[in-house]
T-cell receptor, first 114, second 112 residues
Framework: SAVISQKPSRDICQRGTSLTIQCQVDSQVTMMFWYRQQPGQSLTLIATANQGSEATYESGFVIDKFPISRPNLTFSTLTVSNMSPEDSSIYLC???????????FGEGSRLTVL | QQQVKQSPQSLIVQKGGISIINCAYENTAFDYFPWYQQFPGKGPALLIAIRPDVSEKKEGRFTISFNKSAKQFSLHIMDSQPGDSATYFCAASPDSNYQLIWGAGTKLIIKP
């Protein structure tokens, strides 16, 4: 299993600013992912955070808007840049620690953009 | 073809009753079908998963039924309890190492 800590748990931000979300895992993991979840909605994969190389982004998400760092096997950050109210959402960090396919999630970072 | 269609969107069940959530898929390459449970303010957590070589998998009060020919799978919660009130997501992928395709979610409320 894996225990994932996300910071901040919630924040209220002004339009046009940027916010960095941190994800810390209690063990070394190869696969780390960032998801977005609108309240009451399903999960949408933003990107796979790769250690030592650029993140792999899903269709509709770009590096300039959602830059991701992965400096080591236990930590990653997601930045939401130049925020607009449409970015208000829950951002979830997730990891895969075995080849069973099970994903472990952090508790999420609830972002509100005014 | 990449979609997983989940129904119902919401479900209210009396305590002690059976909760049933259904999912359907199109991509015959899918061979891993998990269900995740999410409580408010928490991230999703794996509840139970199945592969298409079996038609049913049971863990405690939770059962997945899988119909390969119909390309459907469902979650049954027996003797539903108020603590089961949560949002449930089905998902699918062609391999456990590939990204999941998520259903839309079902908000389940168990009335005491």
């Amino acid at each position: 299993s894996a225990v994932i800590s996300q910071k901040p748990s919630r924040d209220i931000c002004q339009r046009g600013t940027s916010l960095t979300i941190q994800c810390q895992v209690d063990s070394q993991v190869t696969m780390m992912f960032w998801y977005r979840q609108q309240p009451g909605q399903s999960l949408t994969l933003i990107a796979t955070a790769n250690q030592g190389s650029e993140a792999t982004y899903e269709s509709g998400f770009v590096i300039d808007k959602f830059p991701i760092s992965r400096p080591n096997l236990t930590f990653s950050t997601l930045t939401v840049s130049n925020m607009s109210p449409e970015d208000s959402s829950i951002y979830l960090c997730s990891v895969s620690v075995t080849n069973t396919g099970e994903l472990f999630f952090g508790e999420g970072s609830r972002l509100t953009v005014l | 073809q990449q979609q997983v269609k989940q129904s119902p969107q919401s479900l209210i069940v009396q305590k002690g009753g059976i909760s049933i959530i259904n999912c359907a898929y199109e991509n015959t390459a899918f061979d891993y079908f998990p269900w995740y449970q999410q409580f408010p303010g928490k991230g999703p957590a794996l509840l139970i998963a199945i592969r298409p070589d079996v038609s049913e998998k049971k863990e405690g009060r939770f059962t997945i039924s899988f119909n390969k020919s119909a390309k459907q799978f469902s979650l049954h919660i027996m003797d539903s309890q108020p603590g089961d009130s949560a949002t449930y997501f089905c998902a699918a992928s062609p391999d456990s190492n590939y990204q999941l395709i998520w259903g839309a979610g079902t908000k389940l409320i168990i009335k005491p």
